[in-house]
């Protein structure tokens, strides 16, 4: 599933550390989620590899996915409790409304 937009938080979009940069970006995501989650590609960020992504939730409320980005696939994945304690989390389920703002912090060349 596509973004819905993005927005550059820092004055400069991109900080360089040598050939290293990390891009500071906030991610609106669309209002429904899809199985596997947001394709978020390093083009997309001004890099050509990504060495890490962090994700968290801008503003996050009383009950919240979990995000987590996946470096195999480079998508944006949400998750939460399957209603059972102790227990692993599940991926949030296809269509669920998500209508969020991410904050994420992508490191690359």
Same mark, same amino acid.
């Given at each position: +599933? #596509?973004?819905? /937009?993005? *927005?550059? &938080?820092? =004055?400069?979009?991109?900080?360089?550390?040598?050939?290293?940069?990390?891009?500071?970006? $906030?991610?609106? *995501?669309?209002?429904?989620?899809?199985? $596997?989650?947001?394709?978020?590609? =390093?083009? *997309?960020? %001004?890099?050509?590899?990504?060495? $890490?992504?962090?994700?968290? &939730?801008? /503003? =996050?409320?009383?009950?919240?996915?979990? =995000?987590?980005?996946?470096?195999?696939? !480079?998508?944006? +994945?949400?998750? %939460?409790?399957? %209603?059972?304690?102790? #227990?692993?989390?599940?991926?949030?389920? !296809? #269509? *669920?409304?998500?209508?969020?703002?991410?904050? &994420?912090?992508?490191?690359?060349?």
């Amino acid at each position: +599933m #596509a973004i819905a /937009s993005q *927005t550059y &938080v820092l =004055p400069q979009g991109i900080e360089a550390f040598g050939s290293t940069k990390r891009v500071i970006v $906030d991610i609106v *995501t669309s209002g429904t989620y899809a199985t $596997d989650g947001y394709e978020i590609l =390093p083009a *997309t960020l %001004g890099l050509s590899q990504f060495y $890490d992504v962090a994700v968290t &939730v801008k /503003s =996050p409320a009383s009950t919240e996915f979990i =995000p987590i980005f996946n470096h195999t696939t !480079n998508k944006l +994945m949400l998750f %939460g409790s399957n %209603g059972a304690a102790p #227990a692993a989390l599940v991926e949030t389920a !296809n #269509a *669920t409304a998500v209508a969020k703002t991410y904050r &994420v912090i992508a490191t690359g060349i």
